[in-house]
């Protein structure tokens, strides 16, 4: 099992960044594959991105490619979640998830994958 904690949320104006981290513990962060979803008031969670054990394998939801990145650093227990350009419509209380897996290339997007998840940060976009 893995304990998440999420930090780095807060109030920006549209076009600003925030970069959110997940502070892992236990010993299998370098085990496990990592996610990040949202979900905005009155819809279901959604998927943002996600990033394979070694990191070298890495996707993103079509709505932030090329505005948002997601890393990690295992020698630290910690992911992040870079994002830029925002905009209103990604307002959002974000969570980070975790799934170990034997398959270090493999990452998920569906979040009923995932067996661990921290507590969300919110995230809001002025216009």
């Known amino acids: 099992q893995v304990q998440l904690v999420e930090s780095g949320g807060g109030l920006v104006q549209a076009g600003g960044s925030l970069r959110l981290s997940c502070a892992a513990s236990?010993?299998?962060?370098?085990?496990?594959?990592m996610g990040w979803f949202r979900q905005a008031p009155g819809k279901d969670r959604e998927f943002v991105a996600a990033?394979?054990?070694?990191?070298?394998?890495?996707d993103y939801a079509d709505s932030v490619k090329g505005r948002f990145t997601i890393s990690r650093d295992n020698a630290e227990n910690t992911f992040y979640l870079q994002m830029n350009s925002l905009k209103p419509e990604d307002t959002a209380v974000y969570y980070c998830?975790?799934?170990?897996?034997?398959?270090?290339?493999?990452?998920?997007?569906?979040?009923?994958?995932?067996?661990?998840w921290g507590q969300g940060t919110q995230v809001t976009v002025s216009s």
């Open positions: 998830a975790a799934k170990i897996t034997v398959f270090i290339s493999n990452y998920y997007r569906d979040e009923g994958a995932y067996d661990d």
């Open positions: 236990g010993r299998t962060f370098s085990a496990s594959a």
């Open positions: 990033i394979s054990r070694t990191g070298d394998n890495i």
